[in-house]
């Protein structure tokens, strides 16, 4: 390990192929917050959640997804943004999220047919294909989307976008992974297609391609715009490494300006830590080694999301492996200073611990863990501090009193 300290690796600036600067390598991760009204627009909560995270000294804070459909939700208190009707409240979540030069980039997502039963009677997917593993109860079977309605998605994606940055966000982060709408596309086995949009890579491609171009052409040059990737579905015939690879080596070479990766789906949840995990020996940080092939081929400005806990192994990741930035998520949910933290000298370790119930499914799918998160952010966006002792079951008991027995259906991420 180089003798530089942490803090002088992660407080450079960094600047993007768009001209825009960062104030550190810190990327607080996109973390579903489920703050939304019935309306779907940002509550007073939400705003304040984003304000507080800008006070912590993140360079670059990512919104929990953002849906393009109202009537395509992934979860109940999904904020969706489709036209100007939620301009004021999303105005006042940029200028609380954007405070000390914080970026805040709105994640703009669809969640194709993970969106469960009680949400979508009908999902869409690219291909009328149902899940086939221990999910198939929580969701409905969808139907394949005609080109028309593909071509209109694109269109919604590019029209968020562009509300996105009349009302004071500084970039867009397409969500390209964990199993949603774009990563069904990218995925072989998700994807049958038997036209333009399914089938080679560079149709099954075309779709997150088309979306980039469409709302590059919204935004301009000058403003931000990135993906979060899967490295790997990590299921047999799913979307593999090399074929992120070359996707990424696609956007890149049409001008993204930074590439986040994660990886696994609600049937292989590798982005909580559960398949990457298993292959790697509880390693720090999860995707790496992805990371180190995927820079051999762009020049673009990468993060890597999943398992961060100390300040010498963000450091290090950045130094050692030329990755440009750290992303984190459950790591600022229970500690929103750290950035701040860590650029003041101090030696991190974050608190983040498995939150397990000890029952095989639950656990396996992270669902009780997302419950458990749902909380601690509500908790800072009500202006408190989170709780990270607070039991698994009291923490299950309390979501079920406030949202019923919804809960059992939600997943994530
Ligand atoms: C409560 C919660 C909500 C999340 N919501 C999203 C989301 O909306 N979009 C997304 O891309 N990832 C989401 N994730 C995944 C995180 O961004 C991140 O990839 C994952 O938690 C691994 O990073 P960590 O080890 O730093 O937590 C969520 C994770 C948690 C815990």
Request: glycine letters at 10%; proline letters at 6%; hydrophobic letters at 35%.
């Given at each position: 390990?180089?003798?530089?300290?942490?803090?002088d690796?992660?407080?450079?600036?960094?600047?993007?192929?768009?001209?825009?600067?960062?104030?550190?390598?810190?990327?607080?991760?996109?973390?579903?917050?489920t703050?939304?009204?019935?309306?779907?627009?940002?509550?007073?909560?939400?705003?304040?959640?984003?304000?507080?995270?800008?006070?912590?000294?993140?360079?670059?804070?990512?919104?929990?997804?953002?849906?393009?459909?109202?009537?395509?939700?992934?979860?109940?208190?999904?904020?969706?943004?489709?036209?100007?009707?939620?301009?004021?409240?999303?105005?006042?979540?940029?200028?609380?999220?954007?405070?000390d030069?914080?970026?805040?980039?709105?994640?703009l997502?669809?969640?194709?047919?993970?969106?469960?039963?009680?949400?979508?009677?009908?999902?869409?997917?690219p291909?009328?294909?149902?899940?086939?593993?221990?999910?198939?109860?929580?969701?409905?079977?969808?139907?394949?989307?005609?080109?028309?309605?593909?071509?209109?998605?694109?269109?919604?994606?590019?029209?968020?976008?562009?509300?996105?940055?009349?009302?004071?966000?500084?970039?867009?982060?397409?969500?390209?992974?964990?199993?949603?709408?774009?990563?069904?596309?990218?995925?072989?086995?998700?994807?049958?297609?038997?036209?333009?949009?399914?089938?080679?890579?560079?149709?099954?491609?075309?779709?997150?391609?088309?979306?980039?171009?469409?709302?590059?052409?919204?935004?301009?040059?000058?403003?931000?715009?990135?993906?979060?990737?899967?490295?790997?579905?990590?299921?047999?015939?799913?979307?593999?490494?090399?074929?992120?690879?070359?996707?990424?080596?696609?956007?890149?070479?049409?001008?993204?300006?930074?590439?986040?990766?994660?990886?696994?789906?609600?049937?292989?949840?590798?982005?909580?830590?559960?398949?990457?995990?298993?292959?790697?020996?509880?390693?720090?940080?999860?995707f790496?080694?992805?990371?180190?092939?995927?820079r051999?081929?762009?020049?673009?400005?990468?993060?890597?999301?999943?398992?961060?806990?100390?300040?010498?192994?963000?450091?290090?990741?950045?130094?050692?492996?030329?990755?440009?930035?750290?992303?984190?998520?459950?790591?600022?949910?229970?500690?929103?200073?750290?950035?701040?933290?860590?650029?003041?000298?101090?030696?991190?370790?974050?608190?983040?611990?498995?939150?397990?119930?000890?029952?095989?499914?639950?656990?396996?799918?992270?669902?009780?863990?997302?419950t458990?998160?749902?909380?601690?952010?509500?908790?800072?966006?009500?202006?408190?501090s989170?709780?990270?002792?607070?039991?698994?079951?009291?923490?299950?008991?309390?979501?079920?009193?406030?949202?019923?027995?919804?809960v059992?259906?939600?997943?994530?991420?």
């Amino acid at each position: 390990m180089n003798s530089k300290r942490p803090a002088d690796i992660l407080g450079k600036t960094l600047k993007l192929p768009c001209g825009a600067v960062i104030k550190n390598r810190f990327c607080k991760s996109a973390t579903s917050e489920t703050l939304g009204d019935r309306q779907t627009a940002p509550t007073r909560e939400l705003i304040r959640l984003y304000g507080r995270w800008a006070q912590g000294g993140a360079g670059l804070c990512v919104t929990g997804n953002v849906m393009i459909d109202a009537g395509a939700l992934g979860e109940p208190g999904n904020v969706a943004v489709e036209d100007e009707r939620h301009s004021e409240m999303l105005k006042s979540w940029a200028r609380y999220g954007t405070r000390d030069e914080t970026h805040l980039w709105m994640q703009l997502n669809h969640p194709g047919k993970q969106s469960p039963k009680f949400l979508s009677a009908e999902p869409v997917a690219p291909s009328a294909i149902g899940f086939r593993s221990e999910l198939k109860p929580f969701f409905n079977p969808p139907r394949g989307l005609t080109e028309t309605e593909i071509h209109n998605l694109i269109e919604r994606f590019a029209r968020t976008a562009g509300i996105a940055r009349s009302c004071g966000f500084t970039g867009v982060q397409i969500h390209g992974a964990h199993g949603y709408l774009v990563s069904q596309f990218l995925s072989p086995l998700h994807n049958q297609r038997e036209d333009q949009w399914g089938g080679s890579l560079e149709n099954r491609m075309r779709f997150v391609t088309e979306i980039y171009r469409a709302i590059r052409q919204t935004v301009g040059h000058d403003f931000p715009v990135g993906i979060k990737l899967n490295s790997s579905d990590f299921m047999k015939g799913g979307f593999s490494e090399e074929e992120s690879v070359r996707v990424a080596t696609v956007l890149a070479d049409l001008g993204i300006d930074l590439v986040e990766i994660s990886g696994g789906t609600y049937e292989r949840p590798a982005m909580a830590g559960i398949a990457e995990m298993q292959a790697q020996n509880n390693s720090e940080p999860y995707f790496l080694s992805y990371a180190n092939r995927i820079r051999a081929r762009i020049d673009t400005p990468i993060v890597i999301t999943g398992g961060f806990r100390t300040a010498g192994a963000m450091a290090e990741a950045l130094l050692e492996n030329n990755i440009q930035m750290v992303g984190l998520a459950r790591p600022m949910i229970l500690d929103p200073d750290l950035p701040e933290k860590i650029l003041s000298g101090q030696e991190y370790i974050s608190p983040v611990h498995p939150i397990k119930s000890g029952i095989g499914f639950l656990d396996r799918a992270a669902l009780l863990e997302v419950t458990w998160y749902e909380q601690q952010l509500r908790y800072l966006g009500q202006g408190k501090s989170p709780r990270p002792n607070q039991g698994i079951w009291y923490s299950l008991a309390k979501t079920l009193v406030e949202n019923g027995r919804q809960v059992f259906q939600k997943r994530r991420a």
